[in-house]
């Protein structure tokens, strides 16, 4: 180590000589002139093409972007429109499920009157026969009658009626006084 220290006094002592912190002067400018030549060189090559690279990778980011926010502005729009579909889908569910009900009692409505009618109309046609089964039943009563009273006449009064006008005027009178008992027992 002693080695070292004289030899760094001795060339302080020799200030023309070689300096270990300080290059020489012929280093210093051709290490000058190289470091102005390889920046003139990446200023004017390097430089441009790694701007140029830096532009087309923001442009690429920017349309990217700009792209997706498009995409999503679609997505938007197409979402509010499936929005708008559905709320109309089911307002017009909602309408034909009560076109049905209004229609279901309208049928209901129709259903009740046409069963009242069919009932007026059976009832209507029992009434007539039945008051044509009464008049039958009245018209063979007073043949019946009729024919019973002459036999009760004839034994009443022991003797035959073969007269025919005395016979029919017998039971024309024995019927209207029937017709007119028979209302007030009504």
Known sequence: MNNVFYLAAA??????SFSVLLPATYDIVWSLICFVVILFLFWK???????????????????????????????KAALEKYNAQLADARAEAAEIREQARE???????????Q???????????GEKQLEASRAQVVT??????????INLAEKLLGGEL???TRK????DAFL????TVAPAGK
């Open 11 to 16: 060339e302080e002592a020799n200030e023309d």
């Open 45 to 75: 090559f390097v430089l441009p093409a790694y701007n140029k690279m830096l532009q087309a990778r923001e442009d690429q980011i920017e349309g990217g972007l700009k792209r997706a926010e498009a995409q999503q502005a679609e997505a």
């Open 103 to 113: 229609r279901g009692k309208q049928i209901e409505t129709e259903a009740k009157a």
């Open 115 to 125: 069963a009242e009618e069919e009932s007026r109309r059976i009832v209507a046609a």
């Open 140 to 149: 063979e009563l007073r043949s019946e009658i009729g024919q019973n009273s």
């Open 162 to 164: 073969s007269d025919a």
């Open 168 to 171: 029919s005027s017998t039971i």
């Open 176 to 179: 209207s006084e029937l017709d």
